[in-house]
C-alpha cells in the first residue's frame, strides 16, 4: 500500500526507457548500470550506481554493486568550504535527483544514516543531498550471500522510499511511498492502477523470494551491537 492509503500503480516495462527519458528533463537520474572499469571484478560488481546518460543503461534486475548508493549521499570527494581571502564560506549544493533502483537493504541503511547524520546534530552536506533526492527502491532476488532476510533490513514501507517497482513480468507494479513520489509517477509517466493479477503477482514473487535466501544469521539480532563493540 502506499502513503495516504494511495493504491498501487503500474506501469509497461516497455514505458520504463520514455519514464527515465522524461525525468531526465527534470533531475539527475542514478542508477545501476554497467560499468567497463569493472571488467576484471564478478559479473554482479560491474554494476555500479551512476548517473544514468541513456535510459537502456538502466539495470533494474541487478544483484549486488560493486559499491553500495550511500555514495550518492556521502560522496568518497567534495568540496566542503572554499577560501576567499579572509573569509571561508561552507559549499553546500545539491541538485534534484532521483536514485532509482534501491534495494530494500540499501533503503533500511538510509534509514540508519538519517538517525546518525540528521537527528541531533544535523550533517548541512548529508542533509542537503538526501533531501534533494527521491529514491526510487526495487524488489531484488537474493544471491548465495544475501542474508537480509535474517536483519529484517530487507523489508521497507512507505514512507521509507517514495516510489518501489515491484516486476510482475511485462510490467513493474509501483508503490507510491511519498506524496512526492506519487506525483512525480504522474508526472513523468502514464501510469495505470494495478489490477488484481499484477497484485498476485507481486505477492507470489515475495512469497517465492523469501525461500531463496541461503545464507542465514543464526543468532539473535539484538546482540549484534554488543558483538561489534
Given at each position: 500500500s502506499g502513503a495516504m492509503n494511495e493504491p498501487n500503480k503500474s506501469i509497461k516495462k516497455t514505458d520504463i526507457?520514455?519514464?527515465?527519458?522524461?525525468?531526465?528533463?527534470?533531475?539527475?537520474?542514478?542508477?545501476p548500470r554497467p560499468q567497463k572499469y569493472y571488467a576484471d571484478f564478478t559479473s554482479?560488481?560491474?554494476?555500479?550506481?551512476?548517473v544514468i546518460d541513456k535510459p537502456d543503461e538502466l539495470v533494474l534486475?541487478?544483484?549486488t554493486t560493486a559499491l553500495?548508493?550511500?555514495?550518492?549521499?556521502?560522496?568518497?570527494?567534495?568540496?566542503?568550504?572554499?577560501?576567499?581571502?579572509?573569509?571561508?564560506?561552507?559549499?553546500?549544493?545539491?541538485?534534484?535527483?532521483?536514485?532509482?533502483?534501491?534495494?530494500?537493504?540499501?533503503?533500511?541503511?538510509?534509514?540508519?544514516?538519517?538517525?546518525?547524520?540528521?537527528?541531533?546534530?544535523p550533517d548541512p552536506y548529508y542533509k542537503a543531498k538526501r533531501e534533494a533526492t527521491l529514491v526510487f527502491g526495487v524488489g531484488c532476488i537474493p544471491d548465495e550471500h544475501c542474508f537480509c532476510?535474517?536483519?529484517?533490513?530487507?523489508?521497507?514501507?512507505?514512507?521509507?522510499?517514495?516510489?518501489?517497482f515491484v516486476d510482475v513480468g511485462d510490467a513493474y507494479l509501483v508503490a507510491v511511498g511519498s506524496k512526492r513520489g506519487g506525483e512525480v509517477l504522474a508526472k513523468h509517466s502514464k501510469p495505470n492502477d494495478a489490477n488484481a493479477a499484477q497484485g498476485k503477482a507481486a505477492e507470489k514473487k515475495r512469497v517465492e523470494r523469501a525461500g531463496l535466501f541461503k545464507t542465514k544469521l543464526n543468532m539473535d539480532m539484538k546482540e549484534l551491537a554488543s558483538l561489534m563493540g
Open positions: 526507457a520514455a519514464f527515465v527519458t522524461s525525468l531526465k528533463k527534470e533531475f539527475t537520474v542514478i542508477g554482479n560488481q560491474k554494476i555500479s550506481f551512476e534486475d541487478y544483484t553500495p548508493p550511500k555514495k550518492v549521499f556521502l560522496p568518497a570527494q567534495e568540496t566542503l568550504i572554499k577560501f576567499d581571502g579572509d573569509r571561508v564560506r561552507a559549499e553546500i549544493t545539491a541538485v534534484p535527483t532521483i536514485l532509482f533502483g534501491v534495494h530494500g537493504c540499501d533503503i533500511t541503511s538510509f534509514k540508519l544514516l538519517d538517525k546518525a547524520l540528521l537527528e541531533k546534530n532476510a535474517s536483519t529484517g533490513s530487507d523489508q521497507v514501507k512507505p514512507g521509507d522510499f517514495d516510489l518501489f
